[in-house]
């Protein structure tokens, strides 16, 4: 299964174009990097996906599987400061009517992915940015998502933390073969974390450059010290530096 924008744009206005005739295919199991200028239209790009915009012009072909299985981590964790961090991450199951005792066991075996298994009956004001964060990707992660769209979900973190969690989430993805798509201004984390990197210009926004990461996986930390990595972030670097000429 694959997922196909056609000439996709966005108007939020009758003059100005935030996406404008954007192509592009995103295969099943993927991991893409998504980078460009600020004001570019990533997030639209993003929101678009999740069904939470709607493109002024183009088609796109989402199979319905997916559509129904897709998943949103926001750049603010977004939590209910009134719920325990298992009431979080339970929500989405509630609201599909799913029984108590399936929620309490789903919400346990994220918690434990997500290493919150032990702060479960904490509050979010209780918890670090890196901890609240995790406690959103559990979240978003408990329906068993078949495409999972992460927009700046680390930006706000440590260096050490924003690490542990790209390698976390690589780890939960090869398990689940989910399909990922972020947006990240980092051109460490997107070639870290990729095997493609999408370079996004502005105006109007469109995908510029398209650059596979060929870099061995499963993928650790050490790989960052590699002359191998340094080639392809080095091919990162100039795309972008092309789009903000």
């Avoid at 939470?52 to 981590?73: K, R, Y």
């Avoid at 702060?119 to 408990?142: D, F, I, Q, T, W």
């Amino acid at each position: 299964m694959q997922i196909n924008l056609n000439q996709i744009s966005k108007y939020f206005d009758a003059n100005k174009a935030i996406l404008k005739d954007l192509s592009l295919s995103i295969f099943e199991g993927e991991v893409l990097g998504l980078i460009g200028p600020s004001g570019c239209g990533k997030s639209t790009l993003l929101r678009i996906l999740a069904g939470l915009e709607v493109a002024t012009h183009g088609d796109l072909e989402i199979p319905c599987e997916i559509n129904q299985q897709t998943s949103f981590v926001f750049q603010d964790p977004a939590l209910f400061e009134w719920r325990t961090v298992a009431a979080n991450v339970g929500l989405p199951l509630e609201l599909k009517g799913i029984k108590n005792s399936i929620i309490e066991h789903c919400v346990e075996v994220e918690l434990e992915r997500v290493g919150l298994l032990d702060a479960a009956h904490k509050y979010p004001s209780e918890l670090s940015g890196g901890m609240r964060m995790r406690c959103s990707l559990a979240r978003a992660l408990v329906t068993n998502p078949k495409l999972l769209l992460l927009d700046e979900p680390f930006a706000a973190l440590d260096e050490m933390t924003r690490d542990q969690l790209n390698q976390d989430l690589l780890n939960i993805q090869s398990k689940n073969k989910m399909t990922i798509l972020f947006v990240t201004h980092n051109l460490f984390e997107a070639t870290y974390m990729s095997q493609r990197v999408l370079v996004m210009q502005s105006n109007p926004g469109k995908i510029a450059a398209d650059i596979p990461v060929s870099l061995p996986e499963p993928r650790c930390l050490d790989l960052r010290l590699t002359g191998e990595f340094q080639d392809s972030l080095k091919l990162v670097q100039a795309a972008l530096r092309e789009v903000d000429k």
